[in-house]
């Protein structure tokens, strides 16, 4: 799985929540207490931002993430046994949603922390770039530059 610092961070973050409390609490809960762990390490988040949700361009009703950190990284959280397909896919809803590069679903609601590294495919299209093709880029880039 691919991290970059800040996810990184968020994880642990995360972790030290899981590893103090364990599972079995409402979501609430981790939430109220990885808000604690984010301050604590000097990460700016805002929680329960409300986003609209547009359909064709209309205006169909309103999400809240739970967390968006740095204004980069939408975090959504579950206090369940375990994770499935309906949960990634409303997290990746939401990144879309928000138009983030990144999301972080986190579950503490299993025996031990479940994550998992959500890509928006609006921003993952250098992926799709053969690795001569993403060096001539860089190559162009770096002449115009």
């Known amino acids: 799985m691919i991290k970059d610092e800040l996810t990184y961070k968020i994880i642990g973050c995360s972790m030290k929540v899981h590893n103090?409390?364990?599972n079995?609490?409402?979501e609430v809960?981790?939430?109220?207490?990885?808000a604690i762990e984010l301050q604590s390490a000097q990460i700016h988040f805002e929680r329960e931002k409300e986003q609209k949700i547009y359909y064709d361009g209309i205006d169909v009703g309103t999400r809240r993430a739970d967390f968006v950190v740095?204004?980069?990284?939408i975090v959504e959280l579950k206090a369940l046994i375990n994770l499935e397909d309906v949960h990634l896919a409303q997290a990746k809803n939401?990144?879309?949603a928000y138009d983030f590069p990144l999301g972080l679903l986190?579950?503490?609601?299993s025996q031990s922390l479940q994550y998992k590294l959500i890509f928006n495919p609006k921003f993952n299209q250098i992926s799709k770039t053969s690795e001569s093709e993403f060096a001539e880029l860089i190559r162009i880039y770096r002449i115009i530059e």
């Open 20 to 22: 103090t409390l364990g």
């Open 24 to 26: 079995g609490f409402q």
């Open 29 to 34: 809960i981790y939430q109220r207490c990885l």
């Open 70 to 73: 740095e204004n980069k990284v």
């Open 94 to 96: 939401y990144v879309v």
């Open 106 to 109: 986190i579950n503490f609601g």
